[in-house]
């Protein structure tokens, strides 16, 4: 069965979409079956890389039909995906006013054989699609950007989702950890305060279940030119002249300290992607 991972937060602009993109890349490249679904209404994700192939249906009939027949597109990458399709935003109503709209795709995503790994992209904010994303999930990662801002909206908004969820466990409907993963860290003090507090405000009163990660993303153009390239950052940086931030060490030193068989994708410190090497 297929380990499921939801990227998310309640605020938007932190990051989700290019680490849901650029992990579920390098996982295919080090050889994982990986299926991508962008369960946020502004396409962001069906649109990060080329498509080879482009199924007919999307993320609204797999939900509502409750079936995922015809609605697996294929990317350039070595990743599948289920599209978003639904430009009115019309599906997280029909989520909330549907008994089991919030568990559909954890029951979906249970009976996967295909794939090692599901990376589930959310919306920005909080509401019956990002429950879904969450419910569905083995674990979820919030990327967080080292700034007063966002620290405060992951403790208020984020932290307060997964508090408001963990009522669903008494339905038989367990929650994952929460990972706060560093994003765009710069070199500043404040930066570097910023992230120190939230590895002091999360561990002891969440028991465990809320960790801020010691891996931390780079504040660097390269994941925005790899972007705009529609490549992953671990293929896009050995093209460029000189020395590049860690786009590369850093999705493998996150691979590495996440739990649930995440850190089995890199056999030994050494290894590389395939498309990486020289």
């Known amino acids: 069965m297929a380990t499921r991972i939801s990227i998310v937060s309640t605020k938007g602009g932190v990051g989700k979409t290019t680490l849901t993109a650029n992990l579920g890349a390098i996982l295919a490249d080090l ?3 990986v ?16 498509l080879a192939d482009q199924a007919p249906h999307g993320l609204v009939d797999v ?25 009115a935003g019309k599906l997280p109503d029909w989520i909330l ?7 559909r795709l954890k029951r979906l995503l249970k009976r996967l054989e ?28 919030s990327p967080i950007p080292p700034e007063l801002l966002s620290a405060r909206e992951f403790a208020r908004g984020t932290i307060g989702m997964i508090e408001r969820l963990s009522r669903m466990e008494d339905l038989g409907f367990p929650l ?25 405000m999360c561990y002891g009163p969440s028991r465990g279940r809320i960790m801020i990660l010691d ?10 030119e790899a972007a705009s390239a529609q490549q992953p950052v671990h293929r896009f940086e050995p093209t460029r002249q000189g020395p590049t931030p860690g786009g590369l060490e ?23 992607p395939r498309s990486a090497k020289p």
């Open 31 to 33: 050889g994982k079956r």
């Open 176 to 200: 994952g950890n929460l990972y706060g993963l560093i994003y765009r860290m710069g070199r500043t003090a404040d930066a570097r305060a910023t992230a120190e507090a939230l590895r002091a």
């Open 114 to 141: 295909a794939y090692d790994f599901v990376l589930i992209d959310t919306q920005g904010a909080a509401g019956p699609l990002q429950d879904m994303a969450v419910l569905a999930a083995d674990l979820l990662i």
């Open 250 to 272: 850093s999705m493998l030193n996150l691979i590495r300290e996440l739990p649930s068989g995440l850190e089995e994708a890199v056999l030994s410190p050494g290894d590389v």
């Open 215 to 224: 891996t931390v993303i780079p504040a660097t153009v390269v994941y925005r």
């Open 63 to 87: 939900i509502e039909a409750g079936d995922l027949t015809d609605s697996t597109s294929v990317t350039t990458v070595g990743c599948d995906i289920i599209l978003s399709n639904d430009p």
């Open 35 to 50: 299926l991508l679904v962008d369960a946020d209404i502004q396409p962001t994700l069906s649109s990060y890389y080329p």
């Open 97 to 103: 006013h549907t008994p089991d709209g919030r568990f």
